[in-house]
């Protein structure tokens, strides 16, 4: 084409005449968003909460917002399967497909024989899709992935750019490039050959040569004449490729072979176009030609219905999994609060990165009489809870925080919904600590590698699925996940590979921002972090007493749903605490069931844990004796506590040791010089100097009652105790030190905040004022105003993303524009340009001007304007 001798303003188009009581089809996006309704844009912005940070200010960024790559993927994460096999299909057919098209392409013309390779469809499994084509299309519209008039569906750019098969990413249909992009590049020579070959007459141009290649190919009995006359070998390397990978790896796959010149089958195919190089060293099937062998399917399965789980296991009785579930929440609740007991007087250190040493970690697990695993399951519980968080003092150490004391105060019932709701909206996964993260480096339990943002979405759905079943019903991972990866296909988490452990990449599409392919089944194809997830929760639920004996209990059911307040539908299930322990004459107290908070905690002080179970047995020591006294206790208190909680007499033996121990308790005072020993007694002073078990503490006799010793007052006091004595700390001015069991705090801490799996769900006054603040945007951008007369000399001026929104409008339409450009002198011109690609900041466009294809930046461009046609 060619250009007259300086530029001029071309003239505005004029509007097509429309018929009287037809509506205009929308031209645009924003075109169709004007003509939706506020309860339909509330839809919308609902499903799509990143479209509002920050507000647009009108419709037509808000169409642009629309067609983002980043949005547009977050959309397609969000279909079912079903849905996004529809909007696959509509990336496969051209643009403007109607429902019937894409309804040919998922289950095939009903005359045409199906490749062997697909899945047969039934007369049902068509009327299945029929009815279940209608909601996903609906679906689609809602969320303005297309929009168009319903014979005329259009996919936004973005979301066609991210499901459409190419050679290099052929996607979940398998299928490649069509054969007009294939062909993007060869040289009309070739082309000629290619018809030539095929048996095709001449044409005039490439244009009219990619045409009659992709009619011959489209044209179902041309077709087939063709393939009849290929030989045996080429037609089983075109049944390889069928339903995908569509590339394979030829040498020089580039060389111009004609008909008379193929000497092999890969010859014989690429010398008619069957065949076309995508490379220098590989080939693709054309997406006609796959089409055509699938018998027109674009997929090998299709799935309009949801799959249902069907559990293996007998149903069991619903009071019995509800009792059970109730005995394992009041364990869930005890553990916690033994952890941090534990914890409260024994600190362990915070490593320098982060989260808790292997050690510490062990050494918990053996005080909990539990594995590893299940002792950082209970950790992460209290963490994520908010009752445990680090102390931030110079030598940080790993504390109960004040809200745990709170916590202790609650009812059973009471604490457990904490626990659960915690549990059910952390982002923090358990299950991955212990293992390697991309550097090989093994993550630490409480440390900051633990979080993915898949967690919570898995946990619920999981949970949603064991509630539609019958009450009492269990289920398994693997009866669970077909009906999982059916509602989000593309929210399955990085692979992890054959084993069952998780990798340390965080969901999301892929890095080139195209939808992953969809393995092949029986390909060996590693787990989703989707299916290490929903293990995880069936596990972590029935610890925390949210299932019982593989089925959803009551108080789970009431949390998920929260039509019930959990701890009220909990707290009957519960048993009743008592108020009384059988003192046995061996020395140890046992629980016939739970105790009241307080009395377990001061028996816990003066006992120490046997056995665990249905009853729990305490033993008594001169240890634990001390350790009371040590608390401030005195003999007179033990004892009245004793007979004031047992159900029998005090046994004389346990009299006996309680005298023993308060009678010698406190005899030695510790103190710190770097530290001394203080006794009325000389004599038992010199006993202890004689000892060659204090030969490490290197005592120095001071007085005759002050022994002074060159370590820390605590380690003096431990190696006393081991060598069986019983002294007591004191202070500068000499008054006995009493240790108690909460001394351990830090500072008031919140829990720690789930990380956000994108923005939240905006309520219903902030999508009022938002839509109300979009359409006042609107109308003023869009108001009729008095323009000036036409200045042939002046530059089209429009806003950015109105800018933006019409060019990859002709790109979608093939119009052609009129732009004002600033080059990097800062000189202005005018071109004309036919849009090929919007992407990435840049328009790549046919200028006709220079007569050749060129590259022009968006912020360069200061407005468009359409041609007259």
Known sequence: ????????????????????????????????????????????????????????????????????????????ERLDRFTLQVAEALAVAPDGASPATVRTLLTGPAKVKPHPGATPLTTADRAA?????????????????IWGPENGLRLVIAAREALAPTAANPGRTGLGPTLADATVGM?????????????????????????????????????????????????RL???????????????????????????????????????????????????????????????????????????????????????AAGQAHTAVRTVEEVLDLWGLNPPPTLRAGGLGVRDLKRTAQALETTEQQAAFWLELAYTAGLLAPDTEADERWAPTPAYDGWLQQDTADRWTLLAESWLAATRVPALAGTPDGKGRLRAVLGPELDRTLAPSVRRATLALLAELPPGTPATADELLPTLRWQRPLR??????????AGPTPAGPSPAGHVPAQPAPGNGAGRELRDDLTAWTL??????????????????????????????????????????????????????????????????????????????????????????????????????????????????PLAYLVD????????????????????????????????????????????????????????????????????????????????RPDSHRTPPRAAPVPVPDGPPTPDDTLLAAAIKAIRAGDRAATAVRREPAPDAQRLPRTPAAETLAALQTAVLLGERMWIGYLNAEGLASQRIIDPVKVEGGFVTAFDHHADEVRTFALHRITGVAELDE
Not at 130 to 136: F, H, I, K, S, T
Not at 188 to 209: E, F, I, K, M
Not at 240 to 263: F, S, Y
Not at 664 to 686: E, K, M, T
Request: a neutral charge.
């Open 660 to 739: 023993d121990v308060a009678r010698r308790h406190g005899i030695l005072r510790v103190g710190a010089a770097s530290s001394y020993l203080r006794c009325d007694d000389p004599a038992l002073l010199g006993e202890v100097l004689a000892d060659r078990r204090a030969a490490d503490l290197r005592l120095r006799l001071l007085a005759p009652t002050v022994l002074a010793a060159q370590v820390a007052p605590d380690v003096l006091l431990a190696t006393l105790r081991a060598m069986g004595y019983a002294p007591a700390a004191e202070s500068a001015e000499g008054d006995v030190l009493i240790t």
């Open 539 to 652: 596990a972590e639920a029935e610890l925390l007493g949210i299932t019982g004996r593989g089925a959803l209990a009551a108080p789970g059911r009431a949390l998920l749903t929260a039509e019930a307040d959990p701890a009220e539908v909990l707290a009957p299930l519960l048993p009743q605490p008592l108020d009384h322990v059988i003192l046995q004459p061996d020395l140890t107290a046992i629980a016939p069931g739970p105790l009241l908070t307080p009395l377990a905690q001061a028996l816990a002080l003066c006992a120490d844990v046997e056995s665990k179970g249905g009853a729990t047995v305490y033993r008594f020591t001169a240890e634990s004796v001390r350790r009371a006294l040590d608390a401030g206790r005195t003999a007179a208190d033990l004892q009245a506590f004793l007979e004031r909680h047992s159900r029998t007499p005090v046994p004389q």
């Open 1 to 76: 084409m060619t250009t007259q001798q300086g530029p001029q303003r071309p003239a505005a188009r004029r509007p097509t005449p429309q018929r009287p009581g037809r509506a205009a089809a929308p031209r645009t996006l924003a075109e169709e968003l004007r003509g939706r309704a506020d309860d339909d844009l509330a839809t919308l912005l609902r499903s799509r909460p990143d479209l509002l940070n920050p507000v647009p200010g009108d419709l037509t960024q808000l169409a642009a917002r629309l067609s983002s790559r980043a949005s547009a993927l977050r959309a397609l």
């Open 187 to 235: 040289s009309p020579a070739r082309l000629q050959q290619l018809l030539a070959s095929a048996g095709q007459p001449a044409t005039p141009d490439p244009v009219t040569a990619v045409a009659a290649l992709t009619a011959l190919l489209s044209d179902r009995a041309r077709c087939e004449a063709l393939l009849a006359s290929a030989p045996e070998p080429a037609l």
């Open 129 to 145: 899709v029929a009815a279940a084509l209608p909601r996903a299309l609906a679906t689609l519209r809602d969320r303005a992935l």
């Open 238 to 324: 075109l049944d390889r490729l069928v339903w995908g990978p569509p590339t394979g790896t030829v040498p020089d796959a580039t060389r111009p072979v004609t008909a008379e010149d193929a000497q092999s089958p890969v010859e014989w195919l690429l010398a008619r176009g069957l065949l076309l190089p995508s490379g220098p060293g590989s080939v693709v099937l054309p997406r006609e030609l796959a089409l055509h062998l699938r018998g027109g399917r674009s997929h090998r399965t299709v799935e309009p219905v949801q799959p249902e789980p069907a559990p293996a296991g007998a149903p069991r009785d619903p009071q019995t999994v509800d009792r059970t």
């Open 492 to 501: 399955g988490g990085p692979a992890t590979g054959p084993g069952p452990v």
